[in-house]
C-alpha cells in the first residue's frame, strides 16, 4: 500500500529504522559502481516521480533524480515558472493531474499546507523534500549518516546550534521516534516551534533549550547546525547579530567528546555559522551527509511505495 511522507511521523521508528538498514544494504552493494547504473533488483521499474520545486535545490534535486535512476525509475521536473501552478492551477487539481499521469510525486516548497493539500488530494505517494515546518528526508540521510559513523541513535546526544527551524523540528521529531536526546542552543526568540519540542519530550526524549551554547556541546556526540538565514527569508542584520554566539568553530567542538562529528545539511556559509576549521577539519561528514541523501531518497521512495517495512 502506498503512503505518503511529509512527515518523520507519518512513517513511525520501526519505518525509519527500516529505512536506514535498506540505504546501508543498497549502499554497500553499489559499490564502485556508475552513479547512473540501476540496482540489481530495479524494484521501481517503470515508475515516474514528479519533482516539484517552489523553493531552489541542488542536493535534493539531485539525489531524488539519482534515487529513481537507481531504482529502476526516472523522474520530472516542474517548478512555478514553467508550470500552470505558477499561473493559479490549484494545488488539489494539480495533484488529481499529476496522479493520472505519474506514480509518486514530490514538493519542495515554502508552506507546508501545501504538501499537505497535495497529499489530501493524490492518489499517488507524496514526498516533503522540504517546507518551511520540516525537512524528514534530510533527517533520514542524517540518521544514516551518525549511524555510519558507528554511533547508535538510543541515548544519544546531538547538539543543535543556531536557528530553531524545519531541520530541527525534523530532528526533534526524530529523537521522539529514535529515543535519543536534543540540546538545542539558539538566542532568545529563535527557539524551534514548542510543539516538536514537546513531542519529543512526551516520547521520553531529553529536550534542553539553552542560550549558553558551550553548555550544549558538553559532551555531545554530534554537532549540528544550519543556515542562519533560511531560504526565503530577509537576510537581517539583527539575526545575524544574534547567532554569531552560537558559530560552530574548533572551540565549541573541543567541548564535546573527542569523537563527536559535526553535520550540516548544506549549502554552508563558511566562517558564518561554521569555521573552516571545522567544516574541513577531520570531526567533519558533511559530504558523506550529502552523498547520503540518494541512499536515504531511495528508501523513502520504497517505503512510500509499501515496498519496505
Same mark, same amino acid.
Given at each position: ?8 511521523? @507519518? ?8 529505512? !536506514? ?10 559499490? @564502485?559502481?556508475?552513479?547512473?547504473? &540501476? ?7 517503470? +515508475? ?8 531552489? %535545490?541542488? /542536493? ?38 499529476? %496522479? /493520472? ?5 514530490? !514538493? ?16 499517488? &505517494?507524496?514526498?516533503?523534500?522540504? *517546507? @518551511? /515546518? %520540516? ?27 543556531? @536557528? ?6 525534523? !530532528? ?10 536534543? +540540546? $538545542? ?6 527557539? &524551534? ?7 519529543? +519530550?512526551?516520547?521520553? %526524549?531529553? $529536550?534542553?533549550? *539553552? ?15 544550519? *543556515? ?45 555559522? $561554521? ?35
Amino acid at each position: 500500500m502506498m503512503a505518503h511522507f511529509l512527515d518523520l511521523s @507519518d512513517a513511525g521508528g520501526d519505518a525509519i529504522a527500516a529505512m !536506514i538498514a535498506d540505504a546501508i544494504d543498497r549502499k554497500a552493494a553499489r559499490k @564502485d559502481w556508475p552513479k547512473g547504473g &540501476p540496482d540489481t533488483d530495479k524494484p521501481l521499474a517503470g +515508475r515516474v516521480l514528479a519533482m516539484i520545486f517552489e523553493k531552489n %535545490s541542488t /542536493r535534493t534535486r539531485v539525489s531524488f533524480d539519482i534515487a529513481m535512476r537507481q531504482l529502476g525509475g526516472s523522474c520530472l521536473i516542474l517548478d512555478s515558472a514553467t508550470s500552470q501552478l505558477g499561473r493559479g492551477e490549484t494545488i488539489a487539481d494539480t495533484a488529481r493531474v499529476l %496522479s /493520472r499521469m505519474v506514480d509518486a510525486i514530490m !514538493i519542495r516548497t515554502d508552506d507546508h499546507a501545501k504538501a499537505q493539500e497535495l497529499a489530501k488530494h493524490a492518489t499517488v &505517494p507524496v514526498i516533503n523534500g522540504l *517546507t @518551511d /515546518r %520540516s525537512h524528514p528526508c534530510q533527517i533520514v540521510a542524517d540518521l544514516l549518516t551518525v549511524i555510519e559513523h558507528g554511533k547508535a541513535l538510543p541515548g544519544l546526544e546531538l547538539a543543535w546550534f543556531g @536557528d530553531g527551524n524545519n531541520v530541527l523540528h525534523s !530532528i526533534l521529531e526524530a529523537a521522539a521516534l529514535m529515543k535519543f536526546n536534543v +540540546r $538545542v542552543a539558539t538566542p532568545a526568540g529563535y527557539e &524551534p516551534e514548542a510543539e516538536f519540542v514537546e513531542l519529543a +519530550r512526551a516520547a521520553g %526524549s531529553t $529536550v534542553t533549550l *539553552t542560550n549558553n551554547a558551550a553548555e550544549a556541546a558538553q559532551g555531545a556526540d554530534v554537532i549540528v547546525t544550519d *543556515t542562519w538565514i533560511s531560504m526565503g527569508q530577509a537576510d537581517a542584520a539583527e539575526k545575524r547579530a544574534a547567532m554569531v554566539p552560537y558559530q560552530v568553530n574548533g572551540a565549541l567542538m573541543a567541548k564535546a567528546k573527542p569523537d563527536a562529528i559535526f553535520l550540516h545539511c548544506l549549502p554552508a556559509h563558511v566562517d558564518e555559522e $561554521v569555521t573552516e576549521v571545522v567544516f574541513e577539519g577531520p570531526q567533519s561528514v558533511v559530504f558523506d551527509e550529502a552523498e547520503n541523501r540518494i541512499h536515504a531518497q531511495k528508501s523513502i521512495l520504497l517505503w512510500s511505495f509499501g515496498l519496505l517495512g
